[in-house]
């Protein structure tokens, strides 16, 4: 169980990511003037293990996750899903991974060939934004993490374009 926790005064899109006894394993640096909405997973050293990414060039959401500098997976907003939104984790090989359920809501599961390996809830009731993520399979944190933070980017970079889309009315 990791918990994803956004930092309170940081500028940017900062975490802390903690353990199930409260300890802080990962934090996420994020980029504030990066075009391309990146984000930094560095270990309790400073070390950086992971980054998310968003492609520029691609015909829809799509991020990119490195983990210790190989590209580990695309996670990409599949064009045509009725009624949810659902993502794809890329990785290389057959093995691609599903985040389903309510997304906007960070209430999802994300499977491997149907069965469940994560579940992330997010809280409500904190002031920050606050992810219980529960891996329950043997499938790298880090890529579940990436995977979390890889929506959250894409939710926040549609939410502001609806934001100025409705500005312009």
């Known amino acids: 169980m990791y918990v994803i926790r956004e930092r309170f005064f940081a500028i940017g899109d900062?975490?802390?990511?903690?353990d199930e006894h409260g300890n802080k394993v990962y934090r996420v640096d994020g980029k504030v003037f990066s075009v391309r909405g990146r984000l930094?997973?560095?270990?309790?050293?400073?070390?950086?293990?992971?980054?998310?990414?968003?492609?520029?060039?691609a015909l829809r959401a799509t991020y990119e996750i490195r983990i210790g500098g190989e590209k580990a997976a695309e996670v990409r907003k599949k064009l045509f899903t009725p009624f949810r939104d659902k993502f794809t984790i890329d990785v290389p090989g057959p093995d691609d991974l599903e985040m389903k359920g309510n997304?906007?809501?960070?209430?999802?599961?994300i499977?491997?060939?149907?069965?469940?390996?994560?579940?992330?809830?997010?809280?409500?009731?904190?002031?920050r934004d606050t992810y219980a993520v529960q891996v329950t399979a043997d499938i790298d944190p880090l890529l579940i993490i990436g995977s979390v933070l890889a929506l959250d980017l894409a939710l926040e970079r549609e939410e502001d374009k609806n934001k100025k889309g409705s500005d312009d009315d």
């Open 103 to 109: 997304l906007l809501d960070h209430e999802y599961v």
């Open 14 to 18: 900062d975490f802390d990511v903690l």
């Open 40 to 57: 930094v997973i560095e270990d309790a050293n400073g070390d950086e293990v992971a980054s998310v990414h968003r492609q520029i060039i």
């Open 111 to 127: 499977e491997l060939d149907g069965h469940e390996v994560a579940a992330v809830s997010k809280r409500w009731l904190t002031i």
